[in-house]
């Protein structure tokens, strides 16, 4: 199995900054892109900001110049720093694998147990 532990959510001022930090581990023979995901309850999952194994980024409209994702492919790991935090930012975050399992020839999507940040005055 593969798991993704998430960590680093929590309660922000407007302006604040957060760092989500996600580590993926279990019987993992490559991963592709990873990434952040957030979803507004009653609405679809939508993406924040993913990076390729390679290090080729893409994030929202909505968080450029604000957000920045990096990864550490040794570790497996991927991280987001969160600047400039805004109030519509408050919303529950996922962390997203596309996996390779060991003696698997098939690619597939994990998921986080997601973390909620929560953006306040």
């Known amino acids: 199995q593969v798991q993704l532990v998430e960590s680093g959510g929590g309660l922000v001022q407007p302006g604040g900054s957060l760092r989500l930090s996600c580590a993926a581990s279990?019987?993992?023979?490559?991963?592709?892109?990873m990434g952040w995901y957030r979803q507004v309850p009653e609405k679809q999952r939508e993406l924040v900001a993913t990076?390729?194994?390679?290090?080729?980024?893409n994030l929202a409209d909505s968080v450029k110049g604000r957000f920045t994702i990096s990864r550490d492919n040794a570790k497996n790991t991927v991280d987001l720093q969160m600047n400039s935090l805004k109030a519509e930012d408050t919303v529950i975050y996922f962390c997203?694998?596309?996996?390779?399992?060991?003696?698997?020839?098939?690619?597939?999507?994990?998921w986080g147990q997601g973390t909620q940040v929560t953006v306040s005055s």
């Open positions: 997203n694998a596309y996996v390779l399992r060991r003696f698997y020839v098939t690619w597939r999507d994990y």
């Open positions: 279990g019987s993992i023979s490559r991963i592709g892109s």
């Open positions: 990076v390729t194994s390679d290090g080729t980024t």
